[in-house]
Structures are given as structure tokens and as C-alpha cells.
T-cell receptor, first 116, second 113 residues
Framework: GESVGLHLPTLSVQEGDNSIINCAYS??????FIWYKQESGKGPQFIID?????DKRQGQRVTVLLNKTVKHLSLQIAATQPGDSAVYFC???????????????FGQGTILTVHP | NAGVTQTPKFQVLKTGQSMTLQCAQD?????MSWYRQDPGMGLRLIHY???????DQGEVPNGYNVSRSTTEDFPLRLLSAAPSQTSVYFC????????????FGPGTRLTVT
């Protein structure tokens, strides 16, 4: 079946740099995307989401970009801090036919390491 | 508010044993889900529920049972544990219809020997 995947499994940056984490998806029926952050030993934590009728959404220090033409999603973190070190997952929701609940499909994750 | 709680945090089982992983939420969310997380596999959906009395299978349901008698609780049962079920299990909730943001519990690390 179709799935979400990531281009880079690891990313190392210096504190203060901007980070870009990428995600490729292959299901053109997906209409909603989420980025999660998972710190060691904890459950995933919501960062930001975007619907397929948008191409950009900004949060606090984070921006998500959606390129439906090439089925690509990215998460940009500005002024990356050591506390941003974690695994980042993208997830997609496929448009759910007659029901209102669409199940999320998660990518494998990218490990972000921020060096002081 | 406690959010989403899971018990136990760690568990070791022998092959063939049964157990129930507990999940409780105090956010009055209708939708609850169970995921397993394995290295390099991301999060995979086991079962989910869209409300009390309603459950359905996810991507990897074999070997697991669920029930939803109340809005707050969504236990996951392993009837006969197998080494392939060694994993970290996460329970998640969401408001549902208008929001697909899922709130995750802290996880249960299960080892089956």
C-alpha cells in the first residue's frame, strides 16, 4: 500500500541554525498532514498540521510547507535549540470516504540532533 | 487534567501469557487509538474506537483485542503473547470530526520472551 516516508533519517545542526526536515508521501488522496516530535522515552507530541488546501502554515518557530505537485512535506525549525533534539515524524490522513474518521499513517521518523 | 495515561510503563511477559494494557483519558475525546512502535517502522495502528461501544481494526490487529465500554477507557488485550509483540505501545486520543490532532500517552514498553 501507499505510505509516508522520509528522505533523511538523521540531521545534525548547530544551535541557532535553521533545520529542515523532509517527508515524501505517495497517496494523492491524503488531505491532512501532521508533524510530531518525539523525545526519548516519551510519546509523540503534536507540533503543527496542514490541510491539503494550503501550501504553508506557520507556528511558533516552525513552518510546514506542502507541495502537492511533488507530494512533498517539510518542517522548518527556526533558530534550532538543543531542546529541539528529538525524532520528528510526519503523518498523513487519507480522505475517509463516508466516515469522518481518517486513520493516520506515520512515516519512519528523522532524528534531529542539535549541537550546542 | 492528566491527559492520556497508560499503565504499566514496562512489562515483561513469557510467550503464551496474556495481559491487558490500560489506557485512560480525561479529555472527553471520542476517538481513541492504539499504536505500536518498532525500530524503523514508525507508528502502526492496531485498533481504534470512534466512541463508546464502537471499535475497528487498524493496520496490524492480529493478536490484539480491544473494547470500549466507556469514553474514558480503551484497554488493549494480548490473549497469548508472542515475541513478535515485543514493542512500545502508545495510546492516543483525538476530538475527532474537526481535528485529527492526536494526543499520545507516555507508552508501555513490552518485552515478550
Amino acid at each position: 500500500g501507499e505510505s509516508v516516508g522520509l528522505h533523511l533519517p538523521t540531521l545534525s545542526v548547530q544551535e541557532g541554525d535553521n533545520s529542515i526536515i523532509n517527508c515524501a508521501y505517495s497517496n494523492s488522496a491524503s488531505d491532512y498532514f501532521i508533524w510530531y516530535k518525539q523525545e526519548s522515552g516519551k510519546g509523540p507530541q503534536f507540533i503543527i498540521d496542514i490541510r491539503s488546501n494550503m501550501d504553508k502554515r506557520q507556528g511558533q518557530r516552525v513552518t510546514v510547507l506542502l507541495n502537492k505537485t511533488v507530494k512533498h512535506l517539510s518542517l522548518q525549525i527556526a533558530a534550532t535549540q538543543p531542546g529541539d533534539s528529538a525524532v520528528y515524524f510526519c503523518a498523513e490522513k487519507v480522505r475517509a470516504g463516508g466516515t469522518s474518521y481518517g486513520k493516520l499513517t506515520f512515516g519512519q521518523g528523522t532524528i534531529l540532533t542539535v549541537h550546542p | 487534567n492528566a491527559g492520556v495515561t497508560q499503565t504499566p510503563k514496562f512489562q515483561v511477559l513469557k510467550t503464551g501469557q496474556s495481559m491487558t494494557l490500560q489506557c485512560a483519558q480525561d479529555m472527553n475525546h471520542e476517538y481513541m487509538s492504539w499504536y505500536r512502535q518498532d525500530p524503523g517502522m514508525g507508528l502502526r495502528l492496531i485498533h481504534y474506537s470512534v466512541g463508546a461501544g464502537i471499535t475497528d481494526q487498524g493496520e496490524v490487529p492480529n493478536g490484539y483485542n480491544v473494547s470500549r465500554s466507556t469514553t474514558e477507557d480503551f484497554p488493549l488485550r494480548l490473549l497469548s503473547a508472542a515475541p513478535s509483540q515485543t514493542s512500545v505501545y502508545f495510546c492516543a486520543t483525538s476530538r475527532g470530526t474537526e481535528s485529527y490532532e492526536q494526543y499520545f500517552g507516555p507508552g508501555t514498553r513490552l518485552t515478550v520472551t
